[in-house]
């Protein structure tokens, strides 16, 4: 079993909307997840990182976690062309992340 | 400031060739990592660094070694290249003090090509 799950996709939304990306990992003690987003032909970049369980926000980007079911999610709100990309989900290991494959997202103008 | 740079961006190979693949980062991280990346398999971790002078091995670790040269450098290298080690290769960076601890700070990668 991966540490982490992601539905690969591709998910599409159109510009305005709500976009949702879904994570789930198996190591119940997994106390720190990330959520990168990785441009075609570019390098991961960091977005959000969430430790407690709930929302955090920033700007349009919240991240949500739920210990107890062993997901994490990203919600991106007022979707923009510019949002497209690949969003990988990782979790803290003891010395490095574990990432997802990742779900491509698309913004249709 | 340029962060976590990498050389070269492309490189093609044949079967049994062998490179080193550069890594420097100007941020003074002490952990350095490096990832391959392959469709619908993610970044998989090869070898990490913690520290200068300590290398461990990651996930997937045959076929490569890795050199802390120090604390600036993290090289990786290729003794043999295989078909199967085609992909991209990331180097990352992260600060094991002061904020954000957490995150990994990626160079812009190495596209490699074994034929």
């Known amino acids: 079993q991966k540490e982490v799950e992601q539905n690969s996709g591709p998910l599409s939304v159109p510009e305005g909307a709500i976009a949702s990306l879904n994570c789930t990992y198996s190591?119940?003690?997994?106390?720190?997840f990330f959520w990168y987003r990785q441009y075609s032909g570019k390098s991961p970049e960091l977005i959000m990182s969430i430790y407690s369980n709930g929302d955090k926000e920033d700007g349009r980007f919240t991240a949500q976690l739920n210990k107890a079911s062993q997901y994490v999610s990203l919600l991106i709100r007022d979707s923009q062309p510019s949002d497209s990309a690949t969003y990988l989900c990782?979790?803290?290991?003891?010395?490095?992340?574990?990432f997802g494959t990742g779900t491509r997202l698309t913004v249709i103008p | 400031n340029a962060g976590v740079t990498q050389t070269p961006k492309f490189q093609v190979l044949k079967t049994g060739q062998s490179m080193t693949l550069q890594c420097a980062q100007d941020m003074n991280h002490n952990s350095m990592y490096w990832y391959r990346q392959d469709p619908g398999m993610g970044l998989r971790l090869i070898y990490y660094?913690?520290?200068?002078?300590?290398?461990d091995k990651g996930e997937v670790p045959n076929g490569y070694n890795v050199s802390r040269l120090n604390k600036r450098e993290f090289s990786l290298r290729l003794e043999s290249a295989a078909p199967s080690q085609t992909s991209v290769y990331f180097c990352?960076?992260?600060?094991?003090?002061?904020?954000?601890?957490?995150?990994?700070?990626f160079g812009p990668g190495t596209r490699l090509t074994v034929l």
């Open positions: 990352a960076s992260r600060a094991i003090a002061g904020a954000n601890t957490d995150t990994q700070y």
């Open positions: 660094s913690a520290s200068e002078g300590t290398t």
């Open positions: 990782a979790t803290k290991g003891a010395n490095n992340l574990f």
């Open positions: 190591d119940r003690g997994s106390q720190s």
